[in-house]
């Protein structure tokens, strides 16, 4: 049972066009939501993360939008570099004491940026 | 190292054979997660530690994995008799807290990756 869903596989976007890398969570529980970025043969590095007393955070090219009634976030990258070509995931959390703080991930993005 | 450190960073085994990875925290980190991260899936929790409390080991799939961090800062993922579904990448992860805010970010290792024949 996937708790946290990247439905689409991939995606290719043009050099300088936007990215819009989307994700939907099914557990009501879950308060807390992270962007990781994985290059091949290295682990997840953080990106962004937003709370859901929020819709909205921005990091310079990175916003990540959510909308909790809908249960969906979307990672947002503009202008796209070819640097930004990795496999990104969703990944989610329960807000509580540490043992609840293991995160929950989606099955990852890989995005291609064309030169 | 200033990063989450683990090794190896390959390793082979045969079935039936016993392994142990290793990882390195973050100098000073508290918190320690296991991830095992299977081919085209995301990482799926396994355990976690705080310092060398192991306070929640739902996630290890069965009695053949034990992890131990017994003085609160490396920590030892052991698997044993294993099995061609234990290949997999394994992934260590630390944070600076006891993750008791909202804003603790976990850094991962470059993990290691088990492939058993």
């Known amino acids: 049972d996937q708790q946290v869903k990247q439905n689409s596989p991939s995606l290719s976007v043009q050099e300088g066009r936007i990215s819009i890398l989307n994700c939907d969570y099914t557990n009501s529980m879950f308060d807390y939501f992270l962007w990781y970025k994985k290059y091949p043969a290295e682990g997840p590095t953080f990106l962004i993360s937003i709370s859901s007393i929020k819709d909205k955070n921005e990091d310079g090219r990175f916003t990540v939008f959510l909308n909790k009634s809908a249960k969906h976030l979307s990672l947002h990258i503009v202008p796209s570099q070819p640097g930004d070509s990795a496999v990104y995931f969703c990944a989610a959390r329960k807000r509580g004491s540490g043992a609840n703080s293991k995160l929950t991930f989606g099955k990852g993005i890989t995005l291609s940026v064309r030169p | 190292g200033a990063g989450v450190s683990q090794s190896p960073r390959y390793k082979v085994a045969k079935r039936g054979q016993d392994v142990a990875l290793r990882c390195d925290p973050i100098s000073g980190h508290v918190s320690l997660f296991w991830y095992q991260q299977a081919l085209g899936q995301g990482p799926e929790f396994l355990t976690y530690?705080?310092?060398?409390?192991?306070?929640?080991k739902s996630g290890l799939p069965s009695d053949r994995f034990f992890a131990e961090r017994p003085e609160g800062s490396v920590s030892t993922l052991k698997i044993q008799r294993t099995q061609q579904e234990d290949s997999a990448v394994y992934l260590c992860a630390s944070t600076t807290r006891e993750g008791l805010g909202n804003t603790d970010t976990q850094y991962f290792g470059p993990g290691t990756r088990l492939t058993v024949l």
């Open positions: 530690f705080q310092n060398e409390a192991q306070l929640d």
